[in-house]
């Protein structure tokens, strides 16, 4: 008979740390495109960072947040079976799937050593979630990686559908304060005016969860896969990404 898993943190506590934007899973470095589209002039002002914001939560924002759904529902799904030796393979064949949706190399990268880094500090901050955070595998994109994190820690499908939707408006609000001459009040406002558009786009991604994986969102920003190219290339960075 398996050993019982370790229980989880409260709920609240798990939706504070993962949310949190000092959490050293190396999210901090990264613009989400939004240097490279600055510096292009495609966004020049308070109402350009809105619409880019508003713009990346409803396209990449959306199938990520649907894939860290279904990953938490699959991860949930091992641990309630005791069966965590099913787990690796069920988070390989969405993260196939997730790659098959990022036509970008760059932003494929990124996406698996944010993941990396997400796993491995969340390891060493809560070593007692060890033994589902080593059946996910060692790297894994993203999205996904928050999906396994969520469900380790207690949280729900819909729970890590909204981290990720966050983190998807926040990285880049949070990073145009240093890129743009932009009071830091106004990028929080932004963000406060997408709160219900995050709502609603998690409740969105949460029905997906338990879809079989190529039936996830396919959405595209080209524009996003462009900026992510062209900011390998460019000599003067501030952000990885």
Not at 42 to 53: F, I, K, Q
Request: proline share 7%; charged share 20%; aromatic share 4%.
């Amino acid at each position: 008979m398996p050993a019982p898993l370790p229980s989880a943190p409260s709920r609240s506590a798990a939706l504070l740390l993962l949310g949190d934007g000092r959490l050293p899973a190396g999210g901090y470095a990264h613009s989400a495109g939004l240097e490279q589209a600055i510096s292009r002039g495609w966004v020049r002002s308070g109402e350009d960072l809105a619409a880019y914001l508003r713009g990346r939560i409803h396209t990449t924002g959306l199938v990520s947040a649907s894939f860290a759904a279904a990953a938490q529902h699959r991860t949930r799904t091992a641990m309630d079976d005791e069966d965590l030796a099913a787990l690796g393979p069920a988070l390989a064949e969405l993260d196939r799937e997730l790659v098959a949706r990022t036509p970008s190399p760059a932003l494929r990268r990124i996406a698996r050593d944010l993941g990396r880094m997400l796993l491995r500090a969340m390891r060493s901050i809560a070593p007692a979630q060890g033994p589902v955070l080593e059946a996910a595998g060692p790297v894994l994109q993203q999205p996904i990686a928050y999906g396994v994190v969520a469900a380790a820690l207690g949280l729900d499908a819909r729970d890590a559908a909204g981290l990720v939707l966050y983190e998807a408006a926040a990285t880049p609000a949070v990073a145009a304060v240093k890129l743009m001459s932009i009071d830091p009040f106004a990028t929080h406002r932004c963000l406060a005016e997408l709160a219900e558009e995050i709502d609603e786009l998690a409740a969105t991604a949460t029905t997906f969860a338990a879809r079989s994986p190529h039936e996830l969102p396919a959405l595209t920003a080209p524009l996003s896969d462009i900026a992510a190219e062209l900011h390998v290339h460019h000599d003067q960075r501030l952000f990885a990404s």
